[in-house]
C-alpha cells in the first residue's frame, strides 16, 4: 500500500522558492533509453517535464519553449543525479529509479 507524502514535504502545491521536480518513468517502456514524464513546480509556475536517460548517463530534458535555460539545466541534473546510483556496466543493467521527487533550493 502506498502512503501519501507527509504534510512537510509540500507535494503538491507550490514551492516557496526554488523548484520541485516529480517524474515517473514510464511502465510500458523497458528501456534503455528511459522516459520520464511529470512536472517541475516552481513558485509560479509549473512546466510539463520530460526526460530521456540513456543507458551512458546522458539526459535530455524538455519543459517547452517558455522554461528558463537555468531551469532545464538543473532539472536535467537532478535526473541525472537521482540515476547515476545506477550500475550502468552491470549485466543485465538494473533500470533507473521508477519515480523521482525532488526539490532543489534557491540559491
Same mark, same amino acid.
Given at each position: 500500500m502506498e502512503s501519501s507524502p507527509p504534510a512537510s514535504c509540500g507535494s503538491g502545491s @507550490?514551492? #516557496?522558492?526554488?523548484?520541485? +521536480?516529480?517524474?515517473?518513468?514510464?511502465?510500458? +517502456? &523497458? %528501456?534503455? $533509453? *528511459?522516459?520520464? /514524464? %511529470?512536472?517541475?513546480? /516552481? $513558485?509560479?509556475t509549473t512546466y510539463d517535464v520530460t526526460a530521456i536517460v540513456n543507458v551512458d548517463g546522458t539526459v535530455r530534458v524538455d519543459l517547452g519553449a517558455q522554461a528558463p535555460p537555468r531551469l532545464v539545466r538543473s532539472v536535467a541534473s537532478l535526473v541525472r543525479s537521482a540515476c547515476a546510483s545506477? #550500475? +550502468? &556496466?552491470? /549485466? $543485465?543493467?538494473? @533500470?533507473?529509479p521508477h519515480r523521482?521527487?525532488? *526539490?532543489? %533550493? &534557491?540559491?
Open positions: @507550490p514551492p #516557496e522558492s526554488g523548484f520541485r +521536480i516529480e517524474v515517473a518513468r514510464a511502465p510500458e +517502456i &523497458d %528501456g534503455p $533509453p *528511459w522516459h520520464y /514524464t %511529470g512536472l517541475a513546480h /516552481t $513558485p509560479s545506477v #550500475e +550502468i &556496466d552491470a /549485466t $543485465p543493467a538494473p @533500470p533507473p523521482i521527487v525532488r *526539490w532543489h %533550493g &534557491d540559491r
